[in-house]
């Protein structure tokens, strides 16, 4: 009967492990604000008004399963594999199509251990977009979200992601 038990629970520590992932160590950590490289480049009013810098975090870490985390805390104290963003260029103006083209710009550099693994310039733009500013910049930063999660999956230096490329 003991054996049957040792059994048991071995089977059930092995299929734990299966159901574990396997990049677990290869999880990212990113900042749970993405900040904007110039103080003045963005006006005040989208700054205080829009929140896609924090939702779009969140939005990767729900898209990447597991391989994209929040960092609780500073990102720059954090062991392990960070994803270091900043929104480089922003241009969005509600009015949707009558008021010409919107876009977002993100440079991001992945760094293991402090070294330089990998690095993107990833833009997202509309010509239309929505009336309202917030709803255009959630959506071109969930566009740039999918374009990060996918480039986690084989990472390079100076790779040109979604309407950069």
Known sequence: MKIIAGITITMMFMANLAATPA????VVLVPSSIPYQKEGSVKENIRRECTWNTAMPQYMAQKSDGRVQ???KNIDTAPGKKLMLVATHLHAIGGGGWTGPKWLVLEGKL???GKLVGNFEARRQTIGGSLKTCSTLE???EEIGDDIVEWLKNPSLNA???DAG
């Open 111 to 113: 760094l293991e251990k």
């Open 139 to 141: 959506s071109l930063s």
């Open 70 to 72: 929040v960092a609780e």
């Open 23 to 26: 990049y677990a160590e290869d």
């Open 160 to 162: 040109k992601l979604g």
